[in-house]
């Protein structure tokens, strides 16, 4: 049985209601059900979690190294541009993972064109509202890990 992480990153526990028109009327909890009833449908375990503080992502993506996680899917929120310290989490834990962003990145402020995270992360996936999470778990139930 396959076990997904899914993190979000800080202020999207206010999405639909935060900025509808770049990030869309759909909350977290709707994407977070939706996503736990993709990957049950496949068999696999789906965990979520939020938090606006970085050391609770940082000990999250850490845990993550012994508890039988398969794949990370992030959406770093405004630390994809701004923590080393995530970054270097992810890559000590050398769990493949798959970088999410409900909005199109590029098409906005220069500063987020920036990531930490792109270059280690298996793909991007950006500016598809929330499709973009349900694409990465559809990629991540299929991923074959190389352990």
Same mark, same amino acid.
């Given at each position: 049985?396959k076990?997904? $992480?899914?993190l979000h990153g800080?202020?999207?526990?206010?999405l639909?209601?935060?900025?509808? /028109?770049?990030?869309?009327r759909?909350?977290? %909890?709707?994407?977070n /059900?939706?996503l736990? @009833?993709?990957?049950g449908? %496949? =068999?696999? !375990?789906?965990?979520?979690?939020?938090? !606006?503080s970085? @050391?609770? $992502?940082l000990?999250?993506v850490?845990?993550?190294?012994? /508890?039988g996680t398969?794949?990370?899917?992030?959406?770093p929120?405004?630390?994809?541009?701004? @923590?080393i310290? $995530?970054? /270097?989490? $992810?890559? &000590?834990v050398a769990?493949?993972?798959i970088?999410?962003?409900?909005s199109?990145?590029?098409?906005?402020?220069?500063?987020r064109?920036? %990531?930490?995270? @792109?270059d280690l &992360?298996? =793909?991007?996936?950006?500016?598809?509202? &929330?499709?973009s999470?349900?694409l990465?778990?559809?990629?991540?139930l299929?991923h074959? !890990?190389? &352990?």
């Amino acid at each position: 049985m396959k076990n997904i $992480l899914v993190l979000h990153g800080p202020n999207l526990n206010l999405l639909g209601s935060r900025e509808p /028109d770049v990030y869309g009327r759909v909350t977290l %909890s709707e994407i977070n /059900d939706r996503l736990m @009833s993709l990957a049950g449908k %496949s =068999g696999a !375990n789906l965990f979520c979690f939020q938090s !606006n503080s970085e @050391s609770e $992502l940082l000990e999250r993506v850490q845990q993550a190294r012994t /508890d039988g996680t398969q794949f990370i899917i992030i959406n770093p929120a405004a630390f994809t541009h701004t @923590s080393i310290a $995530l970054r /270097d989490a $992810l890559a &000590a834990v050398a769990i493949p993972f798959i970088e999410v962003h409900l909005s199109n990145v590029f098409a906005r402020e220069a500063f987020r064109k920036e %990531s930490f995270f @792109s270059d280690l &992360a298996i =793909g991007v996936i950006s500016g598809l509202g &929330a499709a973009s999470y349900e694409l990465a778990v559809q990629f991540a139930l299929n991923h074959k !890990n190389q &352990a």
